[in-house]
């Protein structure tokens, strides 16, 4: 039983055009995290939900943004896409310290 | 500015033998430390974890072992398999017990188990 969904798995868009990938969950977690990773990385930290409280990385580029209409759902909005977003966006949740994560959503910019 | 270093890209190791992956840290305020495993076109899957306080924690194959004063953790896979054949991620989190802990990831280490 999946319990954290991303859809697409995959998305190919062009540059400049606003993309949206969406993440929900059903374990009723509190807290939702968005990351970036790239090739041969480390995931990294775009934003995180506790609850209703948007908390963003000091270094997420504005073209990133997130809304969580509910506890089950959180959306990534990349306004602007460039060629450097290219990557693996994840999706996971928590209620305490450990993260789970979502199949990810691989977006390819061209 | 790396806090959390896997500096083994890859492992190769024969099935049947143990795997051992390290992880070293720079931050001594880690409080909690998880290991997530990654097979291709997947999302991470949690592992196993330690706490600071504790410096062995075993479930089944695997054992992660944590040395505070060398900032080192390892984690050890006996026997290995061939499905254990991965990206093995190490993290760091700031806040143990804290659902806004945030995850700070290692690189990853690849692992082949060979046949």
């Known amino acids: 039983d999946a319990m954290v969904i991303q859809n697409p798995r995959y998305q190919v868009t062009q540059f400049g055009k606003p993309v949206t990938l969406s993440c929900s969950q059903t374990?009723?977690?509190?807290?939702m995290y968005w990351y970036q990773q790239k090739s041969s990385q480390a995931p990294k930290l775009l934003f995180h939900?506790?609850?209703?409280?948007?908390?963003n990385e000091a270094d997420t580029p504005d073209n990133f943004q997130s809304r969580r209409p509910n506890t089950s759902f959180c959306f990534l909005d990349i306004r602007s896409p460039g060629l450097g977003d290219t990557a693996m966006y994840l999706c996971a949740t928590s209620v305490s310290y450990t993260q789970y994560f979502g199949p990810g959503t691989r977006l390819t910019v061209l | 500015d790396q806090q959390v270093k896997q500096n083994s890209p890859s492992l190769s190791v024969q099935e049947g033998r143990i795997s051992i992956l390290n992880c070293d840290y720079t931050n001594s305020m880690f409080d909690y430390f998880l290991w997530y495993k990654k097979y291709p076109a997947e999302g991470p899957t949690f592992l196993i974890s330690i706490s600071s306080i504790k410096d062995k924690n075993e479930d089944g194959r695997f054992t992660v072992f944590l040395n505070k004063s060398a900032k080192h953790l390892s984690l050890h896979i006996v026997p290995s398999q061939p499905g254990d054949s991965a990206v093995y991620f190490c993290a760091a989190s700031l806040n143990y017990g804290g659902s806004q802990g945030n995850l700070i990831f290692g690189k990853g280490t690849k692992l082949s188990v060979k046949p």
């Open positions: 939900y506790y609850d209703k409280d948007f908390n």
């Open positions: 374990l009723n977690h509190n807290v």
